[in-house]
């Protein structure tokens, strides 16, 4: 019955609270599924300018789309769903109330699927934290990673987000192999687990 309730109290929640920012969040965590990918896989997307689009009633508006920017799915998103929830559980609605989006992504089977908003220090954060997992096998390494991107200021995860995407594929790659060893330290070393068990705390 608990559980019946939880879910009955989530969907109300989406249905008058959250959606309503969905058309103008920056950012937007999809949770869906693909066939070639365990589920679920969650998808980070950020609203781009597209132009400029016009009513009926002739008004001007920012016409814009969302792009994919990285995915989590399979191990990388066990290891990370509790940095994943923790980044979510600060997106607020207009009065700084949190939604509570953390509890859309339950520790034991995520069983949601559809858009969740996200601001523009959430969204940056995750996009950042997707695209570093990209190619690390030490799962440990992944975690550290999250845990210490989750620590970041906005302002911190808006830049090294840029500094890894958008200047140009080489510089960017560069960025990204240097990130992946200053938050996540070398493949093998016996501190990566140490720092770890501290940030987890």
């Not at 679920?40 to 789309?65: D, F, H, M």
Request: net charge positive.
């Amino acid at each position: 019955m608990a559980n019946h309730t939880t879910a009955l109290e989530l969907e109300r929640d989406l249905q008058h609270r959250i959606r309503s920012f969905l058309a103008r969040a920056p950012w937007v965590l999809r949770i869906t599924e693909y066939k070639d990918k365990p589920a679920p896989v969650l998808v980070v997307k950020e609203r781009v300018y597209s132009g400029p689009a016009q009513t009926e009633n002739r008004e001007r508006i920012e016409k814009t789309v969302l792009k994919d920017r990285g995915l989590l799915y399979g191990q990388p998103l066990r290891r990370c769903l509790p940095v994943v929830s923790t980044i979510v559980s600060s997106v607020c609605d207009e009065a700084r109330i949190p939604l509570g989006l953390e509890r859309f992504l339950s520790p034991g089977r995520i069983t949601f699927r559809g858009n969740l908003p996200l601001d523009e220090e959430a969204g940056a954060k995750l996009a950042l934290i997707f695209k570093l997992r990209e190619g690390v096998q030490d799962m440990d390494r992944v975690e550290l990673m999250a845990w210490r991107v989750q620590r970041f200021s906005k302002e911190e995860a808006i830049y090294w987000l840029a500094r890894a995407t958008l200047y140009g594929e080489a510089a960017s790659r560069w960025a990204r192999a240097g990130m992946r060893i200053m938050l996540g330290g070398q493949p093998g070393d016996k501190a990566i687990l140490q720092m770890l068990e501290k940030l987890r705390r």
